[in-house]
């Protein structure tokens, strides 16, 4: 197994490619950016931002590590792995490494299962990239502790700071799809895996917190623009989580923590068990 970071960054002022020079990468026009001592990379601008620390919080990200790391959602990540590594093994002829973007990756996680899955024979070139620098801070230290498996970077999916045509496989797990982006940075035939929250997706917490629920919207999901549907899976099982602590850490991470009223989140701290339901969409697409 080989598996190296992405290097085809590009500048996120001009767009043009980044060149990995000592501790920082340049572009042609002279724009530098430092790489952080624990590896990683800001290509943020500050009028590509719309608050002053866009993203997870430092607090949100800690939980999120703690409940992931506990391999709460791994029957996630092994069906993500197992849908990006089919593609890998398709390339194997190919001279060059199969390369993944995990667009909103958080502190890692999904790339490092994604890493772990790869077979011996299998060649891949991975790219974590958050707009909340707590995140990719924290995926950066993780992967320190081994040689780096992947470029970290802080940036938006907005503004994907990768040259065009030049990834195989994009990850957006929970995240913020942006189809234009995605489709500018996607070899043709490239695949796009979107991970969504199905209709019954922690609706025993919802039902806790909020006092009604929103309709479930259409399952009916048309392509993206510049896509075409390849496939969809549906994962579902039960997660009993015990301890208050463990059921914090859940609600921490998701946006219904901020949702939620005042009231809401205290019904939920008052609990010492819950059992509730994972039921996530995967949703791949092929690049036209």
């Known amino acids: 197994m080989s598996i190296t970071p992405f290097q085809a960054l590009a500048c996120p002022l001009d767009g043009k490619p980044l060149a990995h020079s000592g501790s920082a990468w340049r572009c042609p026009e002279g724009h530098s950016f430092d790489i952080a001592k624990q590896g990683y990379v800001n290509l943020l601008p500050v009028q590509q ?67 772990d899955a790869a077979a011996s024979a299998q060649s891949l070139s991975l790219m974590g990239l958050d707009i909340s620098k707590w995140a990719v801070l924290a995926a950066a230290r993780q992967d320190a502790k081994q040689s780096p498996l992947s470029s970290w970077v802080v940036g938006s999916n907005a503004h994907l700071p990768v040259q065009t045509g030049t990834l195989d496989s994009v990850l957006c797990m929970f995240g913020f799809p942006v189809a234009s982006e995605f489709a500018r940075v996607l070899k043709t035939g490239g695949v796009l895996l979107q991970v969504e929250a199905g209709p019954d997706h922690l609706r025993e ?26 496939s969809s899976e549906r994962v579902s099982y039960s997660l009993t989580l015990k301890g208050s602590e463990k059921i ?41």
């Open 248 to 288: 914090a850490d859940l609600l921490a991470m998701t946006p219904h923590f901020y949702r939620a009223s005042a009231e809401g989140r205290a019904r939920a701290a008052a609990l010492e068990e819950l059992t509730v339901t994972v039921d996530v969409r995967i949703l791949i697409y092929a690049r036209i």
């Open 49 to 115: 931002k719309r608050s002053h620390d866009p993203g997870d919080s430092k607090t949100m990200v800690a939980a999120r590590q703690r409940f992931l790391d506990a391999g709460h959602y791994h029957p996630i990540a092994d069906a993500v792995g197992h849908a990006v590594l089919g593609y890998a093994e398709s390339q194997l002829l190919s001279s060059e490494p199969f390369s993944c973007l995990d667009a909103g990756c958080g502190e890692g996680y999904y790339l490092r299962q994604l890493a």
């Open 205 to 230: 917490l919802r039902e806790i917190i909020y006092p009604t629920l929103k309709p479930e919207r259409s399952s009916e999901v048309e392509a993206p623009e510049g896509f075409s549907n390849q």
